[in-house]
């Protein structure tokens, strides 16, 4: 099992930027992949990007191209999700998920980001 705990979110201007973070716990392997989602009010969740923990290929969707940023803290187990220059069709809730061979399988409660104009 896998835990996992996202923090950051709040209301910020556009233009600002915002710091999400995802603590994992619990049995995670060094093949998993984690993610960012986002569900905006009346959508689908959508893919924002993911890393792997071992290695440094991450993707992003074409919308946060060059302003957001994922990395990974591999000692204290989190993974962040760097915001800049936000906009206010980035509001959504943001989620943090674990994927194992291809399937996200656990997922985080989500935290609330609003970008007001």
């Known amino acids: 099992q896998v835990q996992l705990v996202e923090s950051g979110g709040g209301l910020v201007q556009a233009g600002g930027s915002l710091r999400l973070s995802c603590a994992a716990s619990g049995r995670i392997y060094m093949s998993y992949i984690m993610g960012w989602f986002r569900r905006a009010p009346g959508k689908e969740r959508e893919f924002v990007a993911d890393i792997r923990w071992s290695g440094t290929k991450t993707r992003y969707t074409d919308s946060v191209k060059g302003r957001f940023t994922i990395s990974r803290d591999n000692a204290n187990n989190t993974v962040y999700l760097q915001m800049n220059s936000l906009k206010p069709e980035d509001t959504a809730v943001y989620y943090c998920?674990?994927?194992?061979?291809?399937?996200?399988?656990?997922w985080g409660q989500g935290t609330q980001v609003t970008v007001s104009s």
């Open positions: 998920g674990a994927a194992a061979g291809g399937s996200y399988s656990y």
